[in-house]
């Protein structure tokens, strides 16, 4: 892939210009290089992939975002089946009767694998979609802009809402009937993980959703000992404004008391708060999701799983060009 920073944005015409590197951004972006049209994806991130996130942080490894993916359509599961021939993923069976499929040796292999070939500048931050003659625009928040014959926003549904609301606001209602559930994840780098188990920790009653030891991940073996907790989404709701610090010391406890494990040698606490981390109401489907050349896509229309915004970028592609 081709990824520029703080690029600067131009007069130039594009084919396609799509807002966002997640999953649905880079599927969209596939159907475009695939049809051969001109294209950009614009990302406010660092890195490709959305919440499909990986970080290293003072020499510890976190896969601090989507955890898995599993695929029920032919589209995602070739991707998925291509990705493990490149050897960009790999199975892990993370219970008796579950075999999912993840990033190898890290979750951001799977985007980077969807990106490969796609030209993307990253941390720019777009502010604003236009019409402006026969063609739409999309400005950044440095006042730079760029036009193309089409556009497709896969921003979360509040920022797709936002961006729409002054020259497509019936678009914008769609995505402003979706709804989603935060998530806080705590990333600890420890001295010793030897002691935490094995498999995957999921304790409602003690608000965790899911909790991992990351060396016992599949190809994982050579990162330094750490673990990953991410709260539910009740939990992470109900303490959504807290301070960092205090989440990591809460979720440190629960994970105790949940596992009855004692943590001890902390080396690195960090914590994120995913505010749009999972859908928990998708946009009603009555709405208005594409409109002459311009498209929208993400989870919040079809569902939570990483599929489903892979599936929505392909839809939102295809529904642009059904003419």
Known sequence: MTITSTALLNDQLYDLVIIGAGLAGLAAGRMAADAGLSCVILDKGRRVGGRVASRHSDGFTFNHGAQ?????TDAFGKLLTDAEQARAAVQWQIDKGKTVIVGCPLMRQLPRFLASGLTIHQNITIKAISRTAGHIQCRDDAGHHISARQVICTAP?????????????????TAASAAYAPCWTVMLGLENDSDIPDMPVRAADHGIGWAMRETARPAATQHRPALT??????????????????????????????????????????????LYAKVIKTADPAGITCLNNLAVAGDWLG??????????????????NAR
């Open 68 to 72: 898995f993916v599993t695929a029920d």
């Open 229 to 274: 907790i991410q709260a539910d989404a009740d939990w992470s709701t109900a303490h959504l404004d807290d301070p960092a610090e205090d989440v990591i010391a809460k979720l440190i406890t629960q994970w105790q008391h949940a596992t009855g494990c004692n943590l001890t040698g902390i080396l690195h606490a960090r914590a994120h708060r995913w």
């Open 157 to 173: 549904a509040p920022q797709t809402a936002n961006l729409l609301a002054a020259d497509f606001p019936n678009m914008a209602e």
């Open 303 to 320: 569902g939570p799983r990483v599929e489903h915004a892979f599936t929505s970028g392909i839809q939102a592609f295809q529904a642009l």
